[in-house]
């Protein structure tokens, strides 16, 4: 596609009447530039350079480095203005502040953490996290510096972000501009309503940076930390799991495992040394119903299909099978079988290659959205869950020249169905429909090629013709 752009662009600069009212001609051997009846100068081929330099700023990824400065400098005024000039909404920043202030004071007894909205219902990493906001904020009273504290870390999820996309070089440039400045609900998660999301995801994108740098045990420790801020971050969980056994083993994988469980142990021993089962029900409560009324994803149903257990069976039905189709199919692209996974890597019979930055991303963050396309319900700050891996997801296939508008136009439509409130019928059904779409083309576009066909040489020699003999 770039080489399209230039060749589109190395026709702006022909010869041909300026706007001055003199014709610009290049010189035989001097620079492109030829002095008019005004004794000014124009050069087209300089235009031509400019058009090309611009149109390839937007498409080329190499060029994400130069667009992400910008768009940071300028993200950084937007949540300014923001803050300044758009109401902040109450939502769950004094539950959580009631949450954390009651261990604050000394209750270790999990179930009796609670605040305005319920009960504390969030592993232990959220209570250190918001413990240490609950004392840079006053005890929660400063509301604003709480709000330019979450700026700070859109800036810093950003900058990781960004840092994927460039070690990716697959997305063009010019989609960031969709992905920061053009996502009202994105900014007003973080900095309108304080949600704990967003200091998950920002933890995650760090852990997979870590992955990036072959930096296996501390990035499974950051990934552990992120879990015990939000459990959402356990959709990752069977795609890394997949990444482990393929660059140690079974043997290999299991230091790595025991790193993130070990910290899980160790950030609610207060809580498990008090009472145990109440932790373990209360912060990994993976049954817990959620309230139809704040569904984004589901509004199309009935209130009694959406909280049936027949449902939540059969969504998890859904997702454990896509998840094993991409396992199989997508993730795994060895001849043998994934069983071998298990085996230690210089068993196997055919040596895996080293893990590259395209596929630690791919298994990653599709792990995530089958996750995310199978949940039981999305409320609106859910949205930060799969958000920044959207661009990735759209173009991290062979994308033509025609087929970037529809992937922008879909991008658009999803940043609509989220934006909707309250969700209605339509804008579940338009965000499914999207979300289809999306797994569509991951699995096409990330298909195997076929093996080119060898003809088999003919066993019958061919008869000579009558000038041989």
Same mark, same amino acid.
């Given at each position: 596609?770039?080489?399209?752009?230039?060749?589109?662009? $190395?026709?702006?600069?022909?010869?041909?009447?300026?706007?001055?009212?003199?014709?610009?001609?290049?010189r035989p051997g001097g620079s492109g530039w030829k002095r008019g009846p005004g004794g000014?100068?124009?050069?087209?081929?300089?235009?031509?350079?400019?058009?090309?330099?611009?149109?390839?700023?937007?498409?080329?990824?190499?060029?994400?480095? &130069?667009?992400?400065?910008?768009?940071?400098?300028?993200?950084?005024?937007?949540?300014?203005?923001?803050?300044?000039?758009?109401?902040?909404?109450?939502? $769950?920043?004094?539950?959580?502040?009631?949450?954390?202030?009651?261990?604050?004071?000394?209750?270790?007894?999990?179930?009796? &953490?609670?605040? $305005?909205?319920?009960?504390?219902?969030?592993?232990?990493?959220?209570?250190?996290?918001?413990?240490?906001?609950?004392?840079?904020?006053?005890?929660?009273?400063?509301?604003?510096?709480?709000?330019?504290?979450?700026?700070? &870390?859109?800036?810093?999820?950003?900058?990781?972000?960004?840092?994927?996309?460039?070690?990716?070089?697959?997305?063009?440039?010019?989609?960031?501009?969709?992905?920061?400045?053009?996502?009202?609900?994105?900014?007003?998660?973080?900095?309108?309503?304080?949600?704990?999301?967003?200091?998950?995801?920002?933890?995650?994108?760090?852990?997979?940076?870590?992955?990036?740098?072959?930096?296996?045990?501390?990035?499974?420790? /950051?990934?552990?930390?992120?879990?015990?801020?939000?459990?959402?971050?356990?959709?990752?969980?069977?795609?890394?799991?997949?990444?482990?056994?393929?660059?140690?083993?079974?043997?290999?994988?299991?230091?790595?495992?025991?790193?993130?469980?070990?910290?899980?142990?160790?950030?609610?021993?207060?809580? /498990? &040394?008090?009472?145990?089962?109440?932790?373990?029900?209360?912060?990994?409560?993976?049954?817990?119903?959620?309230?139809?009324?704040?569904?984004?994803?589901?509004?199309?149903?009935?209130?009694?299909?959406?909280?049936?257990?027949?449902?939540?069976?059969?969504?998890?039905?859904?997702?454990?099978?896509?998840?094993?189709?991409?396992?199989?199919?997508?993730?795994?692209?060895?001849?043998?079988?994934?069983?071998?996974?298990?085996?230690?890597?210089?068993?196997?019979?055919?040596?895996?290659?080293?893990?590259?930055?395209?596929?630690?991303?791919?298994?990653?963050?599709?792990?995530?959205?089958?996750?995310?396309?199978?949940?039981?319900?999305?409320?609106?700050?859910?949205?930060?869950?799969?958000?920044?891996?959207?661009?990735?997801?759209?173009?991290?296939?062979?994308?033509?020249?025609?087929?970037?508008?529809?992937?922008?136009?879909?991008?658009?439509?999803i940043e609509l169905c989220w934006n909707t409130y309250p969700s209605t019928v339509c804008?579940?059904?338009?965000?499914?429909?999207?979300?289809?779409?999306?797994?569509?083309?991951?699995?096409?576009?990330?298909?195997?090629?076929?093996?080119?066909?060898?003809?088999?040489?003919?066993?019958?020699?061919?008869?000579?013709?009558?000038?041989?003999?």
């Open positions: 596609m770039a080489e399209a752009v230039r060749g589109q662009g $190395d026709g702006g600069g022909g010869a041909g009447e300026t706007p001055g009212g003199f014709r610009a001609a290049p000014g100068r124009e050069g087209g081929g300089m235009a031509a350079v400019l058009r090309r330099g611009r149109r390839a700023a937007l498409l080329e990824p190499r060029y994400t480095p &130069l667009v992400a400065a910008c768009l940071c400098l300028a993200e950084g005024g937007v949540n300014l203005w923001v803050i300044r000039r758009v109401p902040y909404t109450e939502i $769950d920043w004094k539950a959580y502040m009631a949450e954390v202030e009651g261990f604050a004071n000394g209750t270790r007894d999990y179930t009796q &953490l609670r605040g $305005d909205t319920g009960p504390l219902v969030y592993p232990a990493g959220f209570v250190y996290v918001f413990l240490g906001l609950y004392y840079a904020t006053g005890r929660g009273a400063d509301v604003r510096l709480a709000q330019y504290i979450f700026a700070g &870390l859109y800036l810093l999820n950003l900058l990781l972000v960004f840092r994927i996309y460039c070690r990716t070089n697959k997305v063009p440039p010019y989609v960031f501009f969709f992905m920061c400045c053009a996502s009202y609900r994105i900014h007003s998660i973080f900095v309108l309503r304080l949600f704990n999301d967003p200091v998950a995801m920002a933890i995650l994108f760090l852990a997979v940076n870590l992955f990036l740098e072959e930096r296996w045990s501390w990035g499974c420790l /950051l990934f552990s930390l992120a879990v015990s801020v939000k459990m959402n971050i356990l959709l990752f969980a069977p795609g890394l799991l997949f990444l482990l056994l393929k660059r140690f083993g079974l043997l290999g994988c299991i230091p790595k495992l025991c790193i993130c469980a070990l910290l899980q142990v160790v950030l609610g021993l207060p809580f /498990l &040394l008090v009472n145990p089962v109440g932790y373990l029900s209360r912060s990994f409560d993976l049954g817990r119903q959620f309230q139809f009324k704040w569904t984004v994803n589901w509004r199309f149903l009935p209130e009694e299909v959406f909280q049936s257990r027949a449902f939540h069976v059969l969504l998890l039905l859904a997702h454990l099978a896509g998840l094993g189709l991409f396992a199989l199919h997508r993730w795994h692209r060895s001849s043998e079988s994934i069983l071998s996974l298990l085996k230690d890597p210089a068993d196997r019979k055919h040596p895996s290659p080293p893990l590259s930055v395209n596929k630690i991303v791919f298994v990653l963050f599709s792990s995530n959205f089958l996750g995310v396309c199978c949940s039981r319900s999305l409320h609106y700050q859910f949205y930060v869950w799969y958000f920044h891996t959207l661009p990735y997801l759209l173009w991290c296939t062979p994308t033509a020249k025609l087929a970037h508008m529809p992937k922008v136009l879909l991008l658009g439509v804008s579940s059904l338009s965000l499914h429909i999207c979300h289809g779409l999306v797994l569509l083309q991951l699995w096409y576009g990330t298909a195997p090629l076929p093996a080119p066909h060898v003809p088999q040489p003919s066993k019958k020699p061919a008869p000579l013709s009558k000038k041989a003999q």
